[in-house]
């Protein structure tokens, strides 16, 4: 784990996820490998496994941060600024 800074900057309580599944891979009608929550506004993302990186490409957009898996029995997080599990 690192001293990520930017997980203070997290709000308290987590936000609500704005949907169940990766959105952007709806539209475009694939499926996502794995979903990605972003802990600033609740955008659910699909991982870099997945074919179009929804997760990744709402980092480079709007520059929040960090997000943790949005998958049943996982609480890890990751801060794309730092590059790291936080």
Request: charged share 20%.
């Amino acid at each position: 784990m690192s001293d990520c800074a930017h997980v203070s900057e997290l709000p308290h309580p987590e936000p609500v996820p704005r949907s169940e599944t990766c959105l952007g891979c709806l539209e475009a009608g694939t499926h996502p490998v794995q979903l990605r929550l972003c802990l600033l506004c609740g955008h659910v993302g699909c991982c870099d496994s997945s074919p179009l990186q929804h997760a990744t490409t709402h980092f480079k957009e709007t520059g929040h941060p960090v997000m943790r898996s949005f998958e049943s029995g996982e609480s890890w997080r990751w801060c794309f600024e730092d590059g790291s599990i936080v």
